[in-house]
């Protein structure tokens, strides 16, 4: 039986848990796109980026440019609740925050900051450039509130957190009270452990088998978080991806049933939406001949409900021939209303010049040609 290896938990309930999982049901649905835009119903505003950076009402559909001639911005960065809208100003290397209508506020990039990213509506989480010298070199954060300047350290110090200068997980909820890293030492093993900070305890802990370039991506309101992880117990099996959510006290839910209907599966990244009813993500899919690590495969859109247990294939590309472990794309990036969704598709050789920015509304099953060659970065509420 393929399962997902948890140490802290008594086998015998998980392959319970496992089993006693009806397996979900997969649909399809293929929309044309459409690029007469009166039809499109929306609302908010979308942040969209390419050569130059756009802001975009979806009310009047009027698109205006936010970057000047020679001020490219990047680290992009949008608030749980869509109130707000981060990145950095290269010009004037200064952070500046926005609210979807027109600039906030502006904060000099201090010598240590790297990018930032939101906790909550409030507080954003910054890390801090370390010295490239060691594999369990101590990650620093700063939490920041940007409006009151209120701030402190966090360091993650943390059993066995697996430190690589390019590449680390460490996920915080918005409340700062957990956390989930890759813990492990340069041989192994590997975890993603859910640790708690109050209790000072590991509260669970996943087995990543195979790829250890997966993000655990929390909920809005803190109380849960999802990530796909590898079930295959033998090499027959890679790669067999299922998306997983686990609670804060640690209970695992394995919420897709995808290698039942696919003989080799594998989810590159997912977003929830805003009420934490859907979970979009990018799959890739093999049927004749089994990959191996690095194998590539185009991506597809994948869209979770959890309500129902359906997974709907909307039959939309994202990347092509893109790589097991490794995505350009981001995730999809939801509508403040849950909605909508609006994703980057590649339709030519080369993944940026040759895209499309598309806005799928999963309740109409209609999708709207939004630009071309522009990555959605973020979308606010309306002002």
């Not at 998980?14 to 796109?33: H, N, T, W």
């Not at 502006?106 to 990213?117: F, G, Q, R, T, V």
């Not at 993603?192 to 509260?203: Q, R």
């Not at 895209?355 to 509304?361: G, M, P, T, V, Y």
């Amino acid at each position: 039986m393929k399962k997902i290896h948890n140490p802290l938990l008594n086998n015998i309930f998980l392959v319970f848990l496992l089993a006693s999982c009806s397996p979900a049901k997969i649909i399809e649905k293929c929309p044309d796109i459409e690029t007469d835009l009166s039809k499109l119903n929306s609302n908010g505003t979308l942040i969209l980026d390419g050569d130059e950076t756009y802001q975009m009402d979806m009310s009047s559909l009027v698109k205006t440019q936010l970057s000047q001639p020679g001020n490219n911005f990047y680290f992009f960065a949008a608030s749980p609740e869509h109130n707000w809208i981060s990145y950095i100003s290269g010009k004037t290397d200064e952070l500046v925050i926005g609210d979807g209508n027109a600039q906030a506020k502006l904060l000099p990039m201090e010598e240590d900051w790297s990018y930032a990213k939101w906790l909550n509506e409030e507080q954003l989480i910054i890390d801090l450039i370390q010295e490239e010298d060691s594999f369990y070199t101590v990650s620093r954060f700063l939490v920041l509130n940007p409006f009151t300047n209120e701030r402190y350290f966090l360091d993650a110090n943390y059993p066995e957190v697996f430190y690589d200068y390019w590449y680390r997980v460490i996920e915080y909820n918005k409340n700062i009270d957990q956390v989930v890293y890759l813990q492990g030492g340069i041989s192994g093993p590997f975890y993603y452990t859910l640790w708690g900070i109050k209790s000072n305890s590991a509260l669970t802990q996943l087995d990543p088998s195979g790829d250890m370039h997966v993000s655990p991506r929390w909920t809005s309101d803190g109380s849960r978080f999802a990530m796909a992880l590898n079930l295959f117990s033998n090499p027959e099996d890679f790669p067999s991806y299922e998306i997983f959510e686990v609670s804060r006290d640690g209970k695992i839910n394995q919420l897709t049933h995808l290698s039942d209907y696919y003989p080799w599966f594998y989810i590159s990244d997912l977003s929830w939406s805003p009420e934490n009813r859907f979970i979009a993500f990018w799959y890739s899919y093999w049927t004749d001949v089994q990959p191996w690590f690095y194998d590539s495969a185009d991506r597809y859109l994948g869209i979770l409900d959890l309500k129902t247990g359906v997974t709907t294939n909307y039959c939309f590309r994202g990347e092509l021939n893109a790589e097991i472990g490794l995505n350009i794309y981001s995730p999809p990036l939801w509508s403040p209303d849950g909605r909508q969704v609006v994703f980057r598709s590649q339709v030519g050789e080369h993944y940026f010049l040759d895209s499309q920015a598309i806005l799928l509304d999963i309740i109409e099953n209609r999708a709207f040609l939004i630009g071309e060659a522009l990555e959605p970065v973020g979308w606010l509420k309306a002002p």
